[in-house]
């Protein structure tokens, strides 16, 4: 990144990485291009220094990338580590333990990622990376919490999916099994009905076969969905 995108994010680093990191010395001479250009550099890493955070700022063309010693004091990271852990823990049938972790690692979000460089073209695929894990882990916690027969507690994650993407079928048919497991058959039924005529009517389309086989159990009333 440019030296002017380097302040903002440098602000942001230091505003949420967590204390108790030595700082190390700048070791490269280009580092003093970005203090000489923005002397709110300084400030910011006079404050990092203070609170114990260790950050630093490498030349790396075609601009500048901040280094900070221990990762875990980055939100992201800590956030993809839970995710893979309670996969982990999903995978092995640990259904409580693992809804308990997707749940906190949802805890670690505070709005949309890189919210104040997000329109930057080095920014953009990652912002798009990081959304797609939160929708991930929002679907773990989902199956999860049906898995460990709670459906009641999967509603909220579920309204939250749909609020992200409302024409996202597997949405949908995690809400219809979610409903359905918390014995409101009837407002999966609707619900799923609903979703089809919204799809015919804004977008001229039909749902997939699997919708409309989920229909059809529910109606049935076989067991084992979710």
Known sequence: MSAQELLPLLDRVVDRAGPGEHVEAFGLDETETVVKAHDGAVESLSSARRRGIGIRVVAEPPGYALRIDRSDAIDAIRFERELTRGQQLLAHEEHGTAAHVFAGAL???????????????????????????????????IDALLADNRPTEA?????????????????????????????????ALTALRKFRAQLAEELGIDPSPAFDAL???????RPGLG
């Open 107 to 141: 805890r670690l979000w505070r709005g949309r990622p890189f919210e104040d460089v997000a329109d930057q073209p080095w920014a953009a695929a990652e912002v798009q990376r990081l959304e797609a894990a939160r929708t991930t882990c929002r679907e773990a916690l």
């Open 215 to 221: 229909e059809q159990a529910i109606l049935q009333h």
């Open 155 to 187: 509603m909220a994650a579920v309204d939250e999916l749909i609020a992200t993407d409302p024409f996202n079928e597997s949405h949908r048919l995690r809400q219809a099994r979610t409903l359905y497991r918390a014995g409101r058959a009837n407002d």
